[in-house]
């Protein structure tokens, strides 16, 4: 040992030892209360720490929600199955499910035309109700896709990308295929192009937009590949 060994100091001490092979025990060691500790938020203070924490997302995409309290339903069930983390879609083919000035509300939260105010916001909803339950809220954006259907979208505010782009840039916006033609609406997404320097210029904002006025915790970015 590094220092003196006083003998004395154990005077008073109930002592315990564990035996070494063929040792009998001379005194049986004390039992111990079982500790209960308290509960703690390991991802948080892992992220303070800067150690890896472990994401358990939940996908919410927009046809999960219609009304407030459907987001409310969704934050109790994601935060009882003890998951710390939403990626909650808000952008699906350039329309909106949150107040933007860039682009149309979608029509289906409405259930009237495209660009109708619902009367409230999905996204400011989703914020404070994933941050009540200690949920972090990620907004998940479809990046590329510009319309879904084979019928143009109809005027609205903001005016829609595919006919703002149109009017701006004619076909040169859209994604073209290996006979050096334009993608032309269909059943399923129609895509902007992303070597467009104005669908990169356009894109950009709509991110900046979503992440300088709602308090996201990330932004997801899905059909970007």
Request: a negative charge.
């Amino acid at each position: 040992m590094d220092t003196d060994f006083d003998a004395t100091s154990l005077a008073g001490h109930d002592l315990w030892a564990v035996p070494l092979a063929g040792d009998t025990v001379a005194a049986a060691a004390p039992p111990f209360p079982p500790i209960t500790p308290d509960p703690v938020d390991f991802s948080r203070q892992a992220g303070r720490l800067g150690l890896p924490v472990e994401t358990r997302a939940l996908w919410v995409n927009r046809w999960e929600f219609t009304t407030p309290d459907d987001i409310r339903r969704l934050a109790d069930k994601a935060a009882g199955a003890n998951f710390n983390a939403l990626f909650f879609q808000v952008r699906g083919n350039a329309d909106a499910c949150y107040a933007s000035g860039l682009e149309p509300w979608t029509a289906r939260l409405s259930g009237g035309a495209l660009g109708d105010d619902p009367g409230w916001d999905p996204l400011a909803v989703a914020v404070e109700e994933a941050h009540a339950r200690g949920l972090e809220l990620h907004a998940w954006v479809n990046v590329y896709p510009a319309w879904l259907g084979e019928t143009p979208p109809p005027p609205a505010e903001p005016e829609p990308m595919f006919l703002r782009f149109n009017r701006l840039h004619g076909d040169q916006w859209l994604v073209w295929d290996r006979q050096q033609q334009p993608m032309q609406l269909n059943s399923s997404y129609l895509w902007s192009n992303p070597g467009h320097p104005a669908v990169q210029e356009h894109i950009a904002a709509v991110g900046y937009d979503i992440a300088s006025r709602y308090y996201v915790d990330g932004l997801h970015l899905d059909y970007v590949r």
